[in-house]
């Protein structure tokens, strides 16, 4: 695709492809004001716009102030001449020309609700119209995603902050994940999910356990069992009560990795070796902070964090396993699992109904959560192999995670393998099948227990600083929101006291959380009286400041022990971070 930078008829640089104008002919300035109707942007959240041009669309929409402006460019090399051309317009503005990027920024940062804009100038569908069609695709996913991220704060944040609050004194009784260091570095990682396609090669997993570690699931772990595979790390982030199938899974695992938020029958499953991680979701990255430890990139499923923590311990190339991200062959489940019972048929309407049976559905309804959705509408996305395979956008999700992933990891990263056989074709993971993937490895070699063993958990009286801050926290919340509630709307005692609180809350992430779903209610609801409206989110903010310092206070009983064995050899990282922080 050629490109010219040329003198439009004022003489201001403008842009061709080929022989078309990215940007007026005649005059860009007045052109990229013509394009930009400051009354389309008054009633919206987020403006995307399609194509970066040399920037004069960026300047006139800059200057109308939206609340949030993203740009995707799909040509590189023009992105790279807006920059040279105007770089300081450009510090502030949220740029993207990988589309998986793109993504994940409108996920994680618009909220279900917002307005959102697309701009697209006509001379950008004309040259790149497989693109176009690309991020129309984009923003659909993310306002699914963002759909389901509302209803996870609505039916699961109240429950996972509890449960990571109570499982707080785990933490002096089993190291962290992220503090072994790099234990699998040279040595390759199976990451084995329970995607129907695993039936094509299960088989061949007891040879994998000699070529490289098994990362796996809940759900796949009675097929290892099965085929003879021993695991190596079987991941669990499950908010509810997943007991059943750890106990199966344990006896044939050497390490059993648990999310901190999840439910705390998870963690008391026997087990010789367990470990902590915490992800970067919301509630408990302010405590991972607080710890000073890391925290593992988050893709909302237990396949996409097993992942994340076998390139966190350093595994090269890894190899995704059992992973369909689709209904393959109108299945959900791989044979074995015990859900391979489960299927997805497609109605008469088009819309495809998951049976997932009701026993399933229990599960959750059990821990007063909502449970899957039967009824989703179907998507037709490039298939593993070729073709296409039938999946939803709620699956797509996963999806749009992996690619992302493998695209920030594109240049320094692990070698990605995707040796599923079957489901969905994942960008940046090479396809390879399973058997061609052993053939080329030779026997594994790593340190992992070894590491293990050699990782202290955190002293106690780290987590007894994180206590009693959070506790401070909630009474400076609570404190704040008495005095709003007392003073009459729109005083200056009212204004100060609002902006006290928001402080109060930003310092006190978690109860902000905590207290998300009664927020999201009282905000859906436009019908309610705006007195009404203050006094439910000043009870909701109050609630869950007493909701938050019970639960921490009951795990953490001032003047309760150090579990056995939670005091950390001198030299060790985590002693080492305590020093640091006493010091402080």
């Not at 234990?183 to 356990?209: I, M, R, Y």
């Not at 969905?424 to 052993?438: S, W």
Request: charged letters at 25%; a negative charge.
């Amino acid at each position: 695709m050629e490109l010219n930078v040329v003198a439009a008829a004022n003489g201001l640089p403008t842009l061709k492809v080929g022989e078309d104008f990215l940007e007026d002919p005649i005059d860009p300035v007045e052109g990229a004001r013509a394009f930009v109707d400051p009354k389309r942007l008054e009633e919206v959240d987020v403006v995307v716009l399609f194509g970066v041009g040399l920037g004069y669309r960026v300047e006139a929409l800059k200057g109308l102030n939206p609340e949030q402006l993203v740009v995707y460019e799909p040509n590189e090399a023009i992105a790279d001449v807006a920059k040279s051309f105007k770089g300081e317009l450009f510090e502030d503005v949220a740029l993207f020309t990988d589309h998986n990027l793109l993504l994940n920024h409108l996920c994680m940062f618009s909220a279900t609700g917002d307005e959102t804009l697309f701009l697209v100038p006509p001379a950008y569908s004309r040259n790149f119209t497989k693109e176009h069609q690309k991020v129309v695709q984009i923003m659909t996913e993310a306002e699914a995603y963002k759909q389901v991220r509302k209803n996870s704060v609505r039916d699961r944040y109240p429950l996972i902050i509890k449960a990571g609050l109570t499982n707080v004194p785990q933490l002096a009784q089993w190291p962290l994940a992220l503090e072994m260091g790099k234990p699998l570095t040279g040595c390759p990682a199976f990451v084995v999910a329970a995607g129907p396609s695993l039936d094509k090669n299960a088989h061949l997993l007891a040879q994998a356990q000699h070529k490289g570690a098994i990362f796996t699931v809940n759900t796949a772990s009675p097929v290892l069992e099965k085929v003879g595979a021993k695991i190596d790390i079987l991941t669990c982030i499950e908010a509810i009560d997943a007991t059943d199938a750890l106990t199966r899974g344990a006896p044939n695992a050497k390490l059993l990795a648990f999310d901190l938020s999840t439910h705390p029958n998870n963690l008391a499953v026997q087990a010789d070796r367990k470990a902590i991680f915490f992800t970067q979701s919301q509630p408990f990255y302010d405590i991972a902070t607080r710890l000073g430890t890391q925290t593992l990139v988050y893709g909302s499923s237990v396949a996409t964090t097993a992942l994340a923590l076998a390139v966190e311990l350093g595994a090269d190339p890894v190899v995704l396993l059992g992973q369909d991200i689709a209904y393959t062959d109108g299945k959900v489940y791989a044979k074995g699992t015990g859900r391979e019972h489960m299927t997805a048929v497609t109605q008469d309407n088009g819309a495809l109904r998951i049976e997932y049976g009701e026993e399933y559905k229990k599960k959750f309804t059990d821990h007063g959560i909502k449970g899957p959705s039967e009824m989703r509408l179907p998507l037709q996305l490039d298939a593993w192999g070729g073709g296409k395979v039938t999946t939803t956008h709620d699956l797509a999700m996963f999806l749009r995670w992996y690619e992302a992933f493998a695209s920030i990891h594109k240049k320094d990263g692990p070698t990605l393998i995707n040796a599923t056989e079957g489901g969905v074709h994942i960008e940046g993971f090479h396809e390879m099948t399973l058997a061609d993937v052993l053939a080329e490895l030779p026997e594994r070699q790593e340190t992992l227990l070894e590491s293990y063993d050699a990782t202290p958990p955190l002293p106690m009286d780290m987590l007894e600083k994180v206590r009693d801050d959070i506790v401070e926290e909630c009474n400076a919340i609570q404190r704040a929101v008495r005095k709003c509630a007392k003073s009459k709307r729109g005083s200056e005692a009212r204004i100060r006291g609002e902006d006290h609180l928001k402080k109060a809350c930003n310092d006190g992430f978690i109860i902000k959380v905590d207290a998300a779903p009664e927020l999201i209610k009282v905000r859906d609801d436009k019908e309610m009286p705006m007195g009404e409206r203050e006094k439910k989110t000043f009870g909701a903010i109050e609630q869950s400041t007493q909701r938050v310092r019970s639960s921490i206070e009951a795990a953490l009983p001032r003047g309760s022990q150090a579990p056995q064995g939670s005091q950390a050899p001198p030299g060790s990282q985590a002693l080492e971070k305590a020093r640091s922080s006493s010091a402080a």
